[in-house]
């Protein structure tokens, strides 16, 4: 029987995690060709989903935190590979991996190579692809700003914390929103436009979102000045803004914003004053848990 080859891509951090050692080693010894590549600067992922490809690798394997994970998959997509993708979470928040059930123990992540790979969507904006969520708005200037350093210390809370700490920047965007028999327009704090669930170390964002139906889901957080004005209080009363948010399902959206808006796409930066998001279904093979809460026809 032919060996099964799979590449393990690395980010260079985690270059000396005994875990991921002690995974790979495991998966050798099951039968698996387990070949492991390190990132070291930006472009490295796509080069390696390249030369996985040409080699004639069945399984990539995407080890770091969201944004390593959105480059892999990214890569792959593009390449338009019959290749499979395994999800290797080991970021401080690991947001698209939490929500899909994907096991933060390495060894557990590596089983799923031995699972069945479904058919997933991503999300598209320009020439950009993006696995779990576009977010906008005070939380993505959040994501952006929480250090390094903050985050080896307090984990996935160092998104909390930076952002009580940082309540008297609060700031309303003025957008226009539209989408299939979809609009919307005023201020909002946060906007999340998701594939997966949760952004920022953990916030749910977009509940409903499901990687395997053709849409997308909007979350909009409004900003009329009676939110702005109670959303410490809403927090430290330990009450919910779900009751807050408008929310839609969509196969795409188009966002204005006259004075420009920044979005955060599982990590990577962009700015624009008029964005289109769309969904592009169907776009890549990936290992999830067969119960997993972002698939739409489990099992």
């Known amino acids: 029987m032919t060996q099964q080859k799979a590449l393990l891509i690395l980010h260079g951090k985690q270059a000396m995690n005994e875990q991921v050692r002690a995974a790979v080693g495991a998966q050798r010894q099951r039968g698996w060709q387990l070949d492991v590549r390190l990132t070291w600067e930006a472009g490295d992922a796509a080069r390696l989903v390249r030369e996985a490809v040409a080699a004639g690798y069945s399984h990539v394997v995407a080890g770091g935190g969201d944004g390593t994970l959105r480059d892999v998959a990214e890569a792959m997509a593009q390449a338009g590979t019959e290749a499979s993708l395994v999800l290797l979470p080991l970021g401080t928040a690991n947001d698209f991996a939490r929500a899909a059930g994907v096991p933060l123990e390495p060894e557990q992540a590596l089983e799923l190579l031995d699972s069945a790979a479904q058919v997933i969507d991503l999300g598209r904006v320009g020439d950009q692809l993006f696995l779990n969520m576009a977010t906008g ?84 957080l409004p900003a009329p000045q009676e939110v702005v004005g109670t959303l410490r209080s809403l927090l430290s009363d330990g009450l919910g803004l779900e009751n807050l948010f408008v929310r839609a399902r969509l196969p795409w959206v188009e966002i204005k914003c006259s004075q420009g808006l920044d979005i955060n796409l599982d990590g990577e930066p962009l700015q624009g004053d008029s964005l289109r998001f769309e969904v592009m279904a169907s776009a890549l093979n990936v290992h999830l848990p067969e119960d997993s809460p972002l698939l739409s026809r489990r099992g």
């Open 137 to 220: 708005g005070f939380g993505s200037q959040v994501t952006a700003n929480t250090s390094e350093e903050l985050k080896k210390v307090l984990g996935a809370a160092a998104y909390l914390f930076t952002g009580l700490s940082r309540f008297s920047e609060l700031s309303a965007a003025s957008v226009n929103l539209h989408g299939p028999d979809f609009h919307w327009q005023g201020d909002l704090l946060a906007l999340g436009i998701g594939n997966g669930r949760q952004a920022g170390g953990g916030h749910v964002l977009c509940p409903q979102a499901q990687v395997d139906d053709g849409l997308l889901e909007v979350s909009i």
